[in-house]
Structure formats: structure tokens, C-alpha cells
């Protein structure tokens, strides 16, 4: 077995239109794997190595390595592989955010010379619900500010997947379009900035915030069902997969401006989210 291997798998896999940053962790736990075991499949061995990631990580990240290295295993034809079984999944107690939180970390930045990228970022995932990696593959052209209007794109020959694959709009407060203008402004004049929201810069700018950009589009869920926004709209929004929900992939139609006037009745009135 050769890295040329592994590059065809991950070409293979890619044509499922999954995320860039999905991409790159399936590439990095079949990396780590394979250089342990030298590029040569063996089962004592990969055991070894299956038993010290188990020991290292939480059994959600093992679990989550492992399906993907089992899965690589399969696509071998490597026929040890199905007899290994994932653990239960862990469970898990969601954080609960709070408007004063969000308000905290936006004030915790404000000496930051990228501080209206920052608050930008936070309001317009709080109010939008995209996913982090969606934020950090938006261009200027996906935004309507008159609108309040954000398109999630996914077109993988541009750069921009979505999890479902499958393009949505959302919607963003009257308080984040003041907060986005303002951006927008410093983002055009700004000549060390290329995208307007750089995930490998965005991560250096919140190592060590209270809110991690991924927790972002918590707030949203959260906010939204503290006002008693309709659930199936949510979902809509959120871009969540619609498999097994049959009033979403059979009934429900609800067209953008049907989506915007019901997102407005819950969420544009929030006092949270707003730019002061």
C-alpha cells in the first residue's frame, strides 16, 4: 500500500460532496493509521493501534476515528475488519447558552483589531443557524443585506458543501445586518483579509473564547425554541437532514418568503443578537 492509495480513496469519497473540513479529518485519522502501521495492513498491529486510541481519546472521538479507518478497511476488502464493533454512543448533556454569554464574548473582544469581523461571525451564526463550516466557506456575494438573506451554497466545484448537499437560505436579525454593513465596509478596505470568514484565522481568534464558532449554531436552536419557533421550520433553516421526517419531505412546502416571515415573527424582536 502506498499514500497514492489513500489519495484515491479520499478522490472516491469526495465525490459525495462531502465538506472540505470533513475531508481533511477523514484524511488526517487515515493518515495517523497508516503511518503507524508503516503503509502496510496488518491486524495484530492495527489492534495495537485501535487499543491505544481508545486509551488516549473520549469514546466519542474513538468512536468517531474508528468508523472511519473500519470503513477504509471495508472499502480494502479487508475482511477482519467486520468483525470489530463500535461502542454505544456516549451520552450527552448539550451546554446551555444564554444572551448574556454571547454578549460577554462579544465585549471580550473588543480591543481585537478584528473586532467587527469577530462580532459579525457571532451574530451572524447565532442568528442564522449555519454550521461553522458554512460560515467559514461564505463569500460577500452569498450575503443579501437589503434582505437580511444569507444563501448556503453548495457547489463543491466552488468550494462551498453543505452536509445534506443541498443549497438553503436563512435568515439574519436586523441587529447582525448592522453589525454585517459595518463589516462589510472594513472587509473591502481591508487588504490582509481574502475570505470573510478564514476558518484557520477564525480558529486563532477563538482559541480560548468561552463560545467556540461550531457552538454558534446552538444559540440559534436554542433561542429559536425558547420562543416557540416551529420546530419543522427549524430544521429548514438549520439545513438538518429531512430523512425520516415525512410532514418535511411530503407536505411541508413553505417557500423563502414563507420562511422569512415566519423566521421574523420569532426571532427578529430578540433582544439577543443585537449589535449595541
Known amino acids: 500500500m502506498e499514500e497514492k492509495d489513500l489519495e484515491e480513496y479520499i478522490s472516491t469519497i469526495e465525490l ?3 465538506t472540505i473540513g470533513h475531508k481533511k479529518e477523514v484524511n488526517r485519522y487515515l493518515s495517523r493509521y497508516l503511518e503507524y502501521l508503516d503503509y502496510c495492513i496488518d491486524k495484530a498491529k492495527s489492534l495495537e493501534y485501535f487499543k491505544q486510541v481508545k486509551e488516549e481519546y473520549s469514546t466519542a472521538t474513538y468512536k468517531k476515528e474508528m468508523y472511519q479507518i473500519l470503513k477504509y478497511l471495508k472499502y480494502l476488502g479487508v475482511d477482519w475488519a467486520k468483525t470489530i464493533e463500535l461502542p454505544s454512543d456516549p451520552e450527552y448533556i448539550p451546554k446551555r447558552f444564554t444572551n448574556e454569554e454571547i454578549q460577554q464574548t462579544i ?3 473588543e480591543d481585537n483589531s478584528y473586532f467587527k469581523q469577530i462580532q459579525t461571525l457571532i451574530l451572524l451564526g447565532s442568528s442564522s443557524g449555519m454550521r461553522a463550516e458554512e460560515l467559514y466557506q461564505l463569500n460577500q456575494k452569498d450575503i443579501d443585506l437589503d434582505n437580511r438573506t444569507v444563501h448556503i451554497n453548495h457547489n463543491p466545484l466552488s468550494g462551498q458543501t453543505t452536509k445534506t448537499q443541498r443549497s438553503r437560505v436563512s435568515f439574519f436579525t436586523e ?9 462589510l465596509d472594513f472587509f473591502n478596505c481591508n487588504n490582509k483579509l481574502d475570505r470573510l470568514f478564514s476558518q484557520s484565522h477564525m480558529i486563532h481568534l477563538f482559541k480560548g473564547a468561552p463560545i467556540r464558532v461550531k457552538d454558534l449554531r446552538k444559540v440559534f436552536s436554542q433561542e429559536w425554541d425558547r420562543r416557540g419557533g ?8 438549520m439545513g438538518h437532514s429531512l430523512r425520516g421526517d415525512v410532514d418535511l419531505m411530503h407536505y411541508n412546502a413553505q417557500s423563502e418568503q414563507d420562511l422569512k416571515s415566519i423566521y421574523d415573527r420569532v426571532m427578529n424582536n430578540a433582544l439577543l443578537l443585537s449589535s449595541s
Do not use: C, M, R, W
Request: aromatic content about 8%; glycine content about 8%.
Open 175 to 183: 441587529g447582525t445586518k448592522q453589525a454585517l454593513s459595518e463589516y
Open 107 to 109: 465585549s471580550d473582544f
Open 230 to 237: 416551529p420546530t419543522s421550520i427549524k430544521k429548514l433553516l
Open 16 to 18: 459525495s460532496g462531502i
